[in-house]
């Protein structure tokens, strides 16, 4: 919960919103590429899994 509520913000802001490349977000983050590209791998997952909640959310709302 708490990678939720605290880095998956952080996460999402440096993936698309900040504009900054992939070399910059590891250097920014002082990790390697393989940590990074670990850490993306996790978060995507959730950016995902999130994203379907709140669709199926929304086809809830339209089907009620």
Do not use: C
């Not at 990678?3 to 993936?15: C, E, G, H, I, N």
């Not at 900054?20 to 995902?48: G, K």
């Amino acid at each position: 919960m708490l990678a939720r509520t605290v880095f998956y913000p952080a996460w999402y802001y440096l993936k698309f919103v900040s504009g900054l490349t992939v070399d910059q977000i590891a250097i920014y983050l002082n990790v390697t590429m393989s940590q990074l590209q670990w850490i993306n791998n996790r978060f995507q997952a959730i950016h995902d899994n999130l994203a379907f909640i709140d669709a199926d959310r929304e086809y809830l709302g339209e089907v009620e």
